[in-house]
């Protein structure tokens, strides 16, 4: 069955340190790839996506993902972290032959980013 | 500014009752989802909408229903409420034609505690 993976659950830092989060999927196809934040007690929010074209994607708040077709990765970036980056990231896939529609996107389980002082 | 509400933002309910969550949508968008969160599940979609007098099931649909009679409105029913159904509701909306490269935008949320 087709899935999203996001490897790591919770990932504690430092403020001002780097900070990776890992997402594969798997598909024979094209996907759309897509990353969310949720900060707490909100609705989920469009950090940024892939479509085509250039594999490095700049999002808002200083994050970025680099899609990687050969290995089904889309990791979330960014170079420096804040105590206000502290929320739950969601990646997401639609398109190809996932879920009933193409316009469904799959969430994958998330990932809880703690930045401590 | 547009945006999508629901509503209650909380609710308490008794198992074996109906409920019926309200989303509402300014955005003017033709494609409407209801998602339920669980700690250790991400996000699973329940119905979905692509206009008017259409919906559809998705994943995890038993025990759920929806109606849609305009653009604006897709309310979440549950028709016969069970503890299984405890959970964070959220709908979100995104515009036509619903091919997946769309941004999904989401309400704030509704939690149900179903006792």
């Known amino acids: 069955a087709q899935s999203v993976t996001q490897l790591d659950s919770q990932v504690p830092v430092f403020e001002e340190a780097p900070v990776e989060l890992r997402c594969n999927y798997s598909s024979s196809v094209s996907v759309y790839l897509f990353w969310y934040v949720q900060y707490p007690n909100q609705g989920l929010q469009l950090l940024l996506k892939y479509l085509s074209g250039s594999t490095l994607v700049k999002g808002i708040n200083g994050f970025e993902a680099e899609f990687n077709k050969s290995q089904t990765s889309f990791h979330l970036r960014k170079p420096s972290v804040h105590i206000s980056d502290t929320a739950e990231y969601f990646c997401a896939v639609s398109g190809g032959d996932y879920g009933g529609s193409q316009g469904n996107l799959i969430f994958g389980k998330g990932t809880k980013l703690s930045v401590k002082p | 500014d547009a945006e999508i509400t629901q509503s209650p933002r909380h609710k308490i309910t008794e198992t074996g009752r109906q409920v019926t969550l309200a989303c509402h949508q300014t955005w003017n968008h033709n494609n409407m989802f209801w998602y339920r969160q669980d700690l250790g599940h991400g996000l699973r979609l329940i119905h979905y909408s692509y206009g008017v007098h259409d919906t559809n099931k998705g994943e995890v649909s038993d025990g759920y229903s929806v109606s849609r009679s305009n653009t604006e409105d897709l309310p979440l029913t549950l028709e016969s409420a069970a503890s299984s159904q405890t959970s964070v509701y959220f709908c979100?909306?995104?515009?036509?034609?619903?091919?997946?490269?769309?941004?999904?935008?989401f309400g704030p949320g509704t939690r149900l505690l179903v006792l």
């Open positions: 979100a909306s995104s515009e036509f034609p619903g091919e997946g490269q769309e941004t999904q935008y």
